[in-house]
């Protein structure tokens, strides 16, 4: 589906007179990078952490779709109403193979633990994904152990894109009715820029870090694996023995 549809789709969505959300919680540029960068590399098997109301689901949906086939999984504590991911897929027409839509009470920390127990085979996770976007919590505490979590599952050469490098909970203008009963230290941190500079920077398997929309969005790439040693070994036997006919 392309992209150009999706917002077409997503802009001429009416929501209910009384709803006080927003249904971009990402810039649109930023959502465009997002749908170009899984197409233009062919990532197919993708996660979001962190919902919210769906919009950049539908265009990670989309472009799963124009790859003619792949899956994206979505994962929040909450299905919110009216407006949610299954409302927003009707609008814009996805298929409901596209995206799966995961709803955990305890939330995704607790739904990546169940994903890599279900991966591991004789005491080895297999990767599952080509993509993650984190965009939920904003917290230090729950978000870097989302990306250790994670971080097992993304395959080899898979990415990983942060959200609100760039953010800090005194920023809103709401936060003494969200976040009053944090401290002062919690409000005017910005965690996520903790969680990619000491969790994902200094993640020895990770590599071709970036930051894109204006200090926004932190990027980085699980390193490809080298061939274990005994396929090396054999691959060498192999060009030897064919020098040899």
Sequence with gaps: MLVEKVFTSLNSFVPPTDWQGTLFLLPQAAMHSIYHFIVDN??????????????????????????????????????????????????????????????????????????????????????????????????????????????RLLKPGGWIAIDDINYYFRIMPSWRETHGHYTDRELDTFQMKMVYELAVQQHPDFENFHLTHEGRIGWAQKKRQPLPASLTARLGLNKLLSRRK
Excluded at 106 to 134: A, K, M
């Design 42 to 151: 062919r990532l197919r098997r993708c996660i979001e952490l962190g919902t919210g109301f769906g919009a950049t689901s539908c265009v990670m949906g989309a472009a799963v779709e124009t790859l003619n086939g792949g899956r994206v999984i979505t994962v929040d504590k909450y299905l919110h109403q009216p407006v949610n991911v299954k409302v927003l897929m009707q609008q814009v027409g996805l298929s409901e193979d596209s995206i799966e839509v995961v709803v955990d009470e305890l939330g995704y920390n607790w739904y990546l633990p169940e994903l890599i127990r279900q991966q591991t085979h004789d005491g080895v996770c297999q990767p599952l994904f080509d993509f993650c976007l984190l965009d939920g919590a904003h917290e230090w505490e729950p978000d870097a152990l989302a990306f250790f979590l994670v971080a």
